[in-house]
């Protein structure tokens, strides 16, 4: 559903404090830093929001004024270059994704 909404063939899915990835290798998704500094920054946002918040705000956020424009994915977007986000975290691979441990 993410990736037809988003046009894409390559989708991460952060669910608190795990990257689920679809249709892209670890290798490539790892390769990516600005990708990889996205989804992190959404882990944060998990962090400080919560899993049901952070889900409710994203959703209203979304729906109100669309994906772009979505406050959580605009925060997103701005942490792609900040290279001290993936200083924060350390990443270990699940059955499910990545799991994050700080």
Known sequence: MAARKLR??????VLGSRIHLY????HEFL?????????????EQYERLGFIRFIATYLWQTLKVGYYKCGLECEARAAETDSGI?????????????GVIK
């Open 23 to 26: 249709g892209v290798s670890q």
């Open 31 to 43: 390769s990516n830093e600005r990708w990889l500094r996205h989804e992190l920054k959404h882990i």
């Open 86 to 98: 993936t200083r924060r975290y350390r990443l270990r691979r699940t059955d499910q994704g990545y």
């Open 8 to 13: 894409s063939k390559n989708v991460a899915i």
